[in-house]
């Protein structure tokens, strides 16, 4: 879809697809400011109104910024009045920062943090709990065909992996734009440009979560990185077709 015509920033409804470990809490903090408190709705808002059992695309209806960890499934109305994007990552780079962001102050209430921290590297990786089949099985995917619960996945059970793969395609292109976050600050300015917005030349966007690294892409031996590509294998497809279009 094209870049909306450029409008004055609160009149613009905005939709931002936020798949964990994309830098997408960078890009939430910018916009916060932008607007006001009851025109945002952020993945807290978004766990909130779940948890209550409220209707999140009645909800979404009525901010100007919509983020937040939901699916396709949530948004997709949105998508013909607002001008919306998303940030892919590549599955390897992505688990590692999940991995690592396992280890922050605040995680240790999950049951996933646990696991990071009380398995080896190459055991958590090839985990079948379900948290981190969760976030490690094609999370990018599922994201974007409907979410990534259990729930939403059972709807697709007798689907192909390659009709699965056409429907995440398919949805990606209803995104104004689409970007990587291994090119954060080119793609990041391209989304505001878009807005009608300007980056000042040199000044570098805030980024939330810097934590310390636990492992690296570097450290992973090439079977932990197999055990991962294998869990992400639709991930990477999508991932591997927008990184060689911007060739």
């Known amino acids: 879809m094209p870049p909306p015509q450029s409008r004055r920033l609160h009149e613009q409804k905005v939709v931002f697809l936020h ?26 808002e978004f766990l909130n109104a779940l948890k209550q059992n409220r209707r999140v695309d009645e909800i979404a209806k009525e901010k100007l910024f919509v983020s937040g960890h939901f699916g396709y499934a949530h948004i997709a109305h949105l998508l013909p009045e607002a001008y919306s994007f998303v940030f892919l990552r590549d599955p390897v780079a992505r688990a590692v920062s999940l991995y690592n962001f396992c280890f922050t102050e605040g995680m240790e209430q999950f049951e996933i943090s646990k696991l990071a921290k009380s398995l080896p590297v190459r055991e958590f990786f090839n985990s079948t709990h379900p948290e981190v089949c969760q976030a ?5 995917v599922w994201q974007l065909i409907a979410w990534y619960t259990p729930k939403f996945k059972k709807q697709f059970s007798r689907v192909s992996e390659a009709d699965l793969v056409s ?6 292109s209803q995104f104004n734009r689409v970007c990587l976050t291994e090119h954060f600050e080119t793609d990041f300015s391209q989304v505001l440009n878009d807005l009608g917005m300007e980056k000042t030349a040199g000044v570098s966007y805030p980024h939330e979560y810097v934590f310390d690294k636990v492992i690296s892409r570097d450290s992973l031996d090439s079977e932990t990185v197999d055990i991962i590509r294998n869990r992400s294998s639709m991930d990477q497809t999508i991932y591997d077709f927008v990184n060689s279009s911007r060739q």
């Open 19 to 44: 798949i964990q470990k994309t830098a997408g809490t960078s890009v939430v903090e910018f916009f916060r400011p932008l607007y006001q408190a009851t025109q945002f709705l952020s993945h807290g």
């Open 167 to 172: 429907t995440a395609f398919e949805h990606l």
């Open 136 to 140: 490690l099985d094609n999370h990018q």
